[in-house]
Structure formats: C-alpha cells, structure tokens
C-alpha cells in the first residue's frame, strides 16, 4: 500500500494541467434538471416524479446526442419534449429545460477545490457537451478562471466521440495532462481508448462500464485536490 501511495503522489506532481467535464462534475445538472421538470409541469398544471425524470433523461439524452450535430439548447429541448411525452404531458414551454440551465448551480465542494488546484499550480480546463453561451452563463457561477474550454458546439460533436479530447491535445501540446469527469461513459471510457491520463469523480458510488476501469478514482473533487496537494 505504501509503495502504491508514493506512485500516486510522484503521478500527482506531476499533472500540470486537469480538464473537466462540467455538468454532473462541476454543476450538479441532475438537480437543476429535476427543479426544472417539476416547476415546468407545475406551471402547466401536472406533477412529475423527479426520479423518473433522471431516469429517463440519460438514455434520452444519449439517444438525442448521437444523431446529427445540432446544438445543445435543441438537444435539450428534444430531450425534454420526449421525457415529458413519455410522462403524459406536453409542455407549454418546449424550452424550459435550455432556459433553466443557466441557473443550474455547482457543486459544495467545486469552487473550494478549483482555487485549491489553482495554488497548488494546477492550470484548469474545460472539456463540455454544450453550447459556448450556455457555458458562458454557468461560469458566472465558477469563481475560478479555466484557461482551456473546449465546447460541442466549437468541435460539432458530443462526449463520448474522440473531438473534445483530440482538439485538447492539439491545445495541451505535451503538458502533462489529467481528465476530470463524472460520466464513465461521456469522458473515462474515451479517455482510457486515447491514452488520456484520467480521473473518475465517481459522486455516486456507480460501477465502471465495460472498458471504462479508471486509471484514477475520487468521490468528489475535494478528494481530486487533496490528492494533487499530495
């Protein structure tokens, strides 16, 4: 154990730059998705059950995703009009969910661990399936500065395809690098098939997918930081 933990320190000094995926690792997206699902139909009269919702929105949102670029807001407004069909209800506004991102807040522990990686000289990035001004509104809500962002709308194409990660390499150049994400799916099992040095903010407690066994593992990003600080 002792040998395993001093190779893990050693690794930690050495990353010199750490991406992020932001939605489900810097933003807690599946509150502000459910808070949006349940006022929307509130406001039309309906109820919803906030853990069919989540249920339903991440094979949706893949589905959605895998088809033809189209942006994020639209990918948001399809996916929310399919949920909410599939609940029996149609909403009067077929863009609640793209409206209410903007107010989608971070995490406890995300804005604490940015700054602790800023002084431990960790530059920081970026790495997101959405729109440049939806990114734009939620890092009013990150008080650290992100020197890297790297958009589906600038690469026109979504996690887990290769574009977010080969456009960061051609930015990162041979700094040493380390992915940050939450979704095995989106950002470990890509990262792991290009070689990219990545962490799994594992906030859930889920399993790793087939092909998608981290090379690192953190509950959330105060344990990311304090690893970085060694």
Known sequence: ???????????????????????????????????????????????????????????????????????????????????????????????????????????????????????????????????????EETRKHLSAPFELIITAQQVQSYKPAEGHFLEARRQIGDARWLHAAQSNFHDIIPTLALGISNAWINRKGERALPGGEPDHEFRDLSELAAWVEG
């Open 1 to 135: 154990m002792a040998e395993s933990e001093t190779m893990h320190e050693v690794e930690a000094l050495k990353v010199e730059i750490i991406t992020f995926d932001c939605y489900g690792t810097l933003i807690d997206w599946e509150k502000g998705i459910t808070e949006a699902f349940v006022s929307a139909a509130a406001a039309d009269g309906r109820s919803v059950d906030a853990g069919k919702v989540l249920e339903l929105y991440s094979k949706t949102e893949r589905a959605v995703e895998a088809d033809s670029y189209r942006t994020y807001s639209e990918v948001l407004s399809e996916t929310s009009l399919k949920i909410a069909r599939e609940l029996g209800w149609t909403p009067s506004n077929p863009s609640f969910l793209a409206e209410s991102l903007p107010r989608w807040q971070p995490f406890p522990d995300t804005n604490d661990a940015l700054h602790r990686l800023l002084e431990a000289g960790v530059r920081l990035g970026i790495l997101s399936n959405i729109d440049d001004a939806l990114l």
